[in-house]
T-cell receptor, first 114, second 114 residues
Framework: DVKVTQSSRYLVKRTGEKVFLECVQD?????MFWYRQDPGLGLRLIYF???????EKGDIPEGYSVSREKKERFSLILESASTNQTSMYLC?????????????FGPGTRLTVL | AQKITQTQPGMFVQEKEAVTLDCTYD???????LFWYKQPSSGEMIFLIYQGSYDQQNATEGRYSLNFQKARKSANLVISASQLGDSAMYFCAMRRNTGNQFYFGTGTSLTVIP
């Protein structure tokens, strides 16, 4: 079974702090994704990566950056956390380029910025 | 631009009855994939079913089936014989042939009434 793990289930940070959210997948997937989920807005893509050291902006990249130094690990960085970044953050991975390859999701990190 | 539309924020269904969750999509790509995910209150996203744009038959997976109407650009999820454990958020998603990005709808909250 594919397993996608995220470093924390719950996180509380203060405004202005630098925040790292870590995601690791164990099935050698090429593609990895970071979403934020807010009520009524569904899942919005922040960044995704289709290979090591490669990254693409999603729909809402402002205020975020990412790092993918190893294939299995994709990190989301909030350089200076703000209260409007309080949200549920979901990491996902998928295999290859075929359309039928679904995404596998981690359990999510609920981030609160005070 | 919104590419996936789920017009039902909330739905109720009696236990053992069937329910249809609506999803429409917008793309000019000839080739694309459509997915449904379930998100229980625990937060994890669970893949349910996949439909390819060139698939001749509607996809089925156990009690889940996808009513795919290509000309109308709709991909409705049908859950037969609803169970209490089906109470969850349901998300429709599309993967285009160009790029690795997945597009999600805003979700439908389904409540199964005993």
């Amino acid at each position: 079974d594919v397993k996608v793990t995220q470093s924390s289930r719950y996180l509380v940070k203060r405004t202005g702090e630098k925040v790292f959210l870590e995601c690791v997948q164990d099935m050698d997937h090429e593609n990895m994704f970071w979403y934020r989920q807010d009520p009524g807005l569904g899942l919005r893509l922040i960044y995704f990566s289709y290979d090591v050291k490669m990254k693409e902006k999603g729909d809402i990249p402002e205020g975020y950056s990412v790092s993918r130094e190893k294939k299995e690990r994709f990190s989301l960085i909030l350089e200076s956390a703000s209260t409007n970044q309080t949200s549920m953050y979901l990491c996902a991975s998928s295999l290859g380029q075929d359309l039928y390859n679904e995404q596998f999701f981690g359990p999510g990190t609920r981030l609160t910025v005070l | 631009a919104q590419k996936i539309t789920q017009t039902q924020p909330g739905m109720f269904v009696q236990e053992k009855e069937a329910v249809t969750l609506d999803c429409t999509y917008d793309t000019s790509d000839p080739s694309y994939g459509l997915f449904w995910y379930k998100q229980p209150s625990s937060g994890e996203m669970i893949f349910l079913i996949y439909q390819g744009s060139y698939d001749q038959q509607n996809a089925t997976e156990g009690r889940y089936s996808l009513n795919f109407q290509k000309a109308r650009k709709s991909a409705n999820l049908v859950i037969s014989a609803s169970q209490l454990g089906d109470s969850a958020m349901y998300f429709c998603a599309m993967r285009r042939n160009t790029g690795n990005q997945f597009y999600f709808g805003t979700g439908t909250s389904l409540t199964v009434i005993p």
